[in-house]
């Protein structure tokens, strides 16, 4: 009887101990999830289309493209990564789309490109500058930006024109 119940106890063991570390692994990296996404926040403070001074476009950054800018503040605690992964979303108002980077567009319009303004990298109190290019000029009216970034955390603006 000792033997049966020693080897059932080591049986228990070798089930259920691997069981308890991933079960705290997955906790651990829950909370680190979490913890991340607490400490991450973006706010988007501006944006603005290429428009000269009567209102009419014009490709101000001389691309041949007409361009909406939007500069995003990290207001949190931690640097943000793999900025070709956000997720921009862009258009008139109960119209919008998802735009991708120019990457994933190959060549087609719209699409966006990013770039940190004040710094090397996108460190809190950084800002990033995200163009989001168009072949044609936009038509008047209100246009509604979503930026989320690949933690879920996001933010969102009107722009009229």
Do not use: C
């Not at 956000?86 to 060549?107: L, S, W």
């Amino acid at each position: 009887l000792i033997a049966i119940s020693t080897i059932l106890v080591l049986m228990l063991f070798n089930i259920a101990y691997p069981a308890m570390i991933r079960g705290g692994d997955a906790i651990a990296s829950m909370a680190d999830n979490a913890s991340d996404r607490m400490r991450t926040h973006i706010d988007i403070v501006h944006m603005s289309a290429e428009l000269d001074e009567t209102g009419w476009w014009h490709a101000t950054n001389g691309n041949g493209r007409f361009d909406v800018f939007s500069w995003i503040k990290n207001t949190g605690e931690v640097r943000l990564i793999a900025l070709d992964r956000i997720d921009v979303f862009f258009g008139p108002e109960g119209a919008f789309t998802r735009i991708p980077n120019q990457a994933e567009a190959n060549g087609s319009y719209p699409s966006w490109t990013w770039r940190v303004t004040n710094d090397t990298e996108w460190v809190p109190t950084g800002t990033l500058e995200i163009a989001i290019s168009h072949q044609i000029p936009l038509s008047a009216g209100h246009y509604f930006m979503k930026v989320i970034l690949p933690n879920g955390i996001s933010s969102e603006y009107f722009l009229g024109i």
